[in-house]
């Protein structure tokens, strides 16, 4: 099972920039597996933001960030990263990074089989 430790939330005015990494550890899915973030409003559901292949191959975003919001991967340190541009107020939530064995286009994983504690962004007008 792969551990997931995200760090990098804050608060930040509308219109400005935040970058969380997710930091994995231990066994992986025979060496690929689907790397995303989710996020989490006060009383919505958990939505994907954006995902990718740990080995290469597909990138992919929800519809509400694409354009704003860029993952990305430092493989010799095992961290995923996302970058957060031009946020809004309705970006506000509490992020969590996930792991599984299949992205999917939504942003999303199938399968998750790993969770982070998950890092509170909080955009203001």
């Known amino acids: 099972q792969v551990q997931l430790v995200e760090s990098g939330g804050g608060s930040v005015q509308a219109g400005g920039s935040l970058r969380l990494s997710c930091a994995a550890s231990?066994?992986?899915?025979?060496?690929?597996?689907?790397m995303a973030w989710f996020r989490q409003a006060p009383g919505k559901e958990r939505e994907g933001v954006a995902a990718?292949?740990?080995?290469?191959?597909?990138?992919y975003y929800g519809v509400s960030v694409k354009g704003r919001f860029t993952i990305s991967q430092d493989n010799a340190k095992n961290t995923v990263y996302l970058e957060m541009n031009s946020l809004k107020p309705e970006d506000t939530a509490m992020y969590y990074c996930?792991?599984?064995?299949?992205?999917?286009?939504?942003?999303?994983?199938?399968?998750?089989?790993?969770w982070g504690q998950g890092t509170q962004v909080t955009v203001s007008s």
């Open positions: 996930a792991a599984g064995p299949d992205c999917l286009q939504t942003g999303a994983v199938a399968g998750v089989n790993s």
């Open positions: 231990g066994t992986t899915y025979g060496g690929s597996y689907c």
């Open positions: 990718l292949y740990r080995r290469g191959g597909g990138i």
